[in-house]
């Protein structure tokens, strides 16, 4: 008999399915907190985007390859995609962990990653219906947006949203398992939050920056593939060619930080200690 | 090969003290000590001790939720923690304290989502689920999220969810913890079925004595991380001397004449109306035909040991007298 590996087996997929719809249907009682963040979403789009505006029209309408549409919706698909990646404020696995709730999550007969990941996946599928489309759909109405020329794009941008997602699950369930150690894992937190705002190009497009910083955020960090990435593919900047190593970037950033959780959830178990017998 | 079989089981947890302005001391502290059980398929068994004593935790090492320190352990044959996930598929946990259920769905809509989690086949899904649903007065909450049901509503909902994909052994930590003397009776009567049915295999810690009166067969008593006890009830009793009483009602005061033989006397009360007496090597009919045949008896009655008694002077015993 060997030893437990979190390779799905065989039915997992209809498992896995069932996990998403919880996913998607646990976030979906919560309307009043949905309609909420929607609200601040787009007043924030408004805010950013003139900013933008400005930005581009001090730089003659161009700013760091990008064209004004361009800008307008790389901070409206911005606004949207801050809610399906959750780049804020996930802390229910430490959570689990500080009361010792995170038992049950090992008494199943799923690995845990594939747990939430599958659950996640359901939540983002949820907020791409709301949080995602609600700010589009005003920024849409309010300013012009750049609307992709090439059919490829569509494909392109859902998977890499997919891969964004994956990719913010896997840092967000790194953060919180360091609560395996730390308990309260409030400064990992701020940590991951300046991150989250300034290297994944929330507050600014990432090209902003110089040249040379650039190979080291795309390939040496997860967090441009978290924002920027998907949003670089929608708004088609550079070639079809381009769209397609930015998404084998995240891909492979999705395949690395799934399989840093599994390694470290592994070293996580080992020191367990149940709080609260 | 048992179905629950450990040797040598232990866990020691590292707790290190502080000691001077920067230095700390590491201290290591055997929460279960070299604990060997063996359980066969359809037992009861209630696992008790004190609070610390190491219930949760060797329940914890049995489910492959901790790491042993040392010792081996095999349930349903296999390792706990290596194989945790395909363990997961034969036993049935319930915590307490704790919940495997959906905070933000429905219960309904956590027994669903568990057949898809397990795999179950969607017929034995509904059939248990009806079982349950009749013996535990599922219905009226069903449709309820898990937030908003009482802790009464709630455990009935988390013994179900640990049986829906039949478990061999079902595992239960402090299952009738502040539950309210209906819900204790109710969750109780579910389980000596379940027991009587002999499918499954049942392991319950617990701090209630009634639990185990009702439902346990054996008892497993631990204490400092060690067994001190394993065996059935009355072997407990008969161990630390528990004795079953009679307590007689005299229409003339006692006395004072020694006990019949095989007794003695515990107390007189009443102003000598009233005898207690505890029975060593003469039954109760011996006691009360002799009482009967001095023609002051009025009334009697025969008191069971109490288990509440007995646990508590073990507990209470200092260490090197148990085991």
Wanted: with cysteine.
């Amino acid at each position: 008999m060997g030893i437990d590996v979190p390779w799905p087996r065989p039915g997992t997929l209809r498992t896995a399915a069932a996990l998403a719809g919880a996913g998607f249907r646990r976030w979906a009682t919560y309307r009043q907190a949905m309609l909420a963040g929607a609200f601040t979403n787009t007043i924030f789009g408004f805010l950013r985007c003139s900013v933008m505006l400005a930005v581009a029209g001090g730089a003659g309408g161009v700013a760091a390859g990008y064209r004004g549409p361009q800008l307008v919706t790389y901070v409206w698909v911005g606004q949207g995609l801050l809610a399906v990646v959750q780049l804020w404020g996930w802390t229910e696995l430490s959570d689990r962990v500080r009361t010792g709730d995170v038992q049950s999550d090992l008494l199943r007969p799923m690995h845990p990653v594939l747990t939430y990941l599958t659950a996640d996946l359901g939540r983002a599928g949820f907020a791409m219906c709301t949080r995602f489309a609600a700010p589009l759909v005003v920024g849409a109405l309010a300013f012009q947006l750049y609307v992709p020329h090439r059919l490829t794009t569509y494909p392109l941008a859902l998977l890499s949203v997919l891969a964004a997602t994956v990719v913010s699950f896997g840092v967000r369930y790194l953060v919180n398992l360091t609560a395996f150690w730390l308990l309260d894992i409030r400064g990992v937190l701020v940590a991951w939050m300046l991150c989250a705002n300034v290297l994944t190009g929330l507050y600014f497009p990432l090209a902003f920056l110089p040249d040379w910083v650039q190979p080291i955020l795309w390939y040496g960090t997860p967090f441009p593939s978290i924002l920027q990435a998907p949003v670089d593919v929608l708004v088609e900047r550079g070639s079809a060619a381009h769209q397609l190593s930015i998404l084998a970037v995240q891909l492979g950033w999705a395949a690395a930080v799934l399989a840093a959780s599994v390694l470290v959830q592994r070293r996580a178990e080992r020191r367990l200690v149940v709080q609260g017998g | 090969m048992a179905l629950i079989e450990t040797h040598g089981l232990r866990k020691d947890f590292v707790v290190r003290r502080k000691v001077g302005r920067l230095r700390r001391q590491r201290h290591v502290t055997a929460a279960v000590h070299d604990v060997d059980l063996a359980i066969e398929a359809g037992e009861m068994v209630g696992y008790i001790g004190p609070n610390g004593a190491g219930k949760s935790t060797t329940l914890k090492m049995l489910t492959g939720v901790l790491s042993p320190s040392a010792g081996e352990v095999r349930v349903c044959g296999l390792r706990p923690v290596a194989q945790r996930t395909r363990l997961a598929l034969r036993i049935g946990v319930v915590f307490g304290q704790r919940s495997q259920l959906w905070w933000d769905l429905p219960l309904a809509e956590s027994f669903r989502l568990l057949r898809h989690v397990y795999r179950v086949p969607a017929a034995d899904h509904a059939a248990r689920l009806r079982r349950c649903r009749r013996l535990l007065e599922l219905d009226e909450f069903l449709d309820t999220p898990v937030r908003q049901l009482s802790l009464g509503q709630r455990m009935r909902g988390e013994i179900t969810a640990a049986l829906l994909h039949a478990p061999r052994i079902l595992f239960l930590d402090e299952p009738t913890i502040g539950l309210d003397v209906v819900s204790k009776q109710s969750v109780r009567a579910f389980l000596a079925e379940l027991g009587e049915a002999g499918d499954t295999t049942l392991m319950l810690t617990t701090h209630d004595l009634a639990d185990i009166e009702r439902l346990c067969r054996r008892l497993v008593v631990i204490d400092h991380g060690r067994v001190v006890h394993d065996g059935t009830l009355g072997e407990l009793h008969a161990r630390y001397s528990s004795r079953r009483r009679v307590v007689a009602e005299l229409d003339v005061p006692w006395n004072g004449a020694a006990a019949p033989s095989g007794t003695s006397i515990e107390a007189v009360e009443a102003d000598a109306h009233r005898v207690t007496f505890a029975l060593h090597s003469a039954t109760a009919g011996e006691l009360i035909a002799s009482l009967a045949a001095s023609g002051a008896l009025r009334d009697v009655s025969v008191l069971e040991p109490d288990i509440e008694d007995v646990v508590a002077r073990l507990y209470a015993a200092p260490e090197p007298s148990r085991g």
